[in-house]
């Protein structure tokens, strides 16, 4: 009995202490409008082909710096998130359009005011 006791209370211990699975930061709402802004996996275009294959390549990094927290952000995330509240505008769909729009206007680099913007990245076919 004792032995049983001690096994149950190991596993409890083990239980609490293990590693629990990363929660996902990202919004499904946020990732649809920008998709459907920007990947078009039906065109001709040699740009937007290499730019539909990379965001396959690296959804979340698109944002989310990949190897580090979820709010670790790339220059485009941190913008995003200064404009986007996933508790006020999940389901604002204009909302996120119009943020959208906008970022994309921003620099890159935002220490260097000259840098391409964002949405010309996105022309070119690279990341934002």
Known sequence: MRRAISVAVMVALIAAVWPKPREAHAVKEFM????????????????????????????????????EEKTVRTNYGRLLDKYLSKEQHKKDKAQILKVLRYVETQPSDPRD????????????????
């Open 32 to 67: 649809d409008q920008f998709k459907a802004r920007y990947v078009d996996y039906e065109s001709n275009d040699p740009a937007r082909i290499r730019f539909a294959k990379r965001f396959e390549q690296t959804r979340c990094a698109v944002c989310h710096v990949k190897g």
């Open 113 to 128: 005011p000259r840098s391409a913007t964002f949405g010309e990245r996105i022309k070119q076919g690279k990341l934002p």
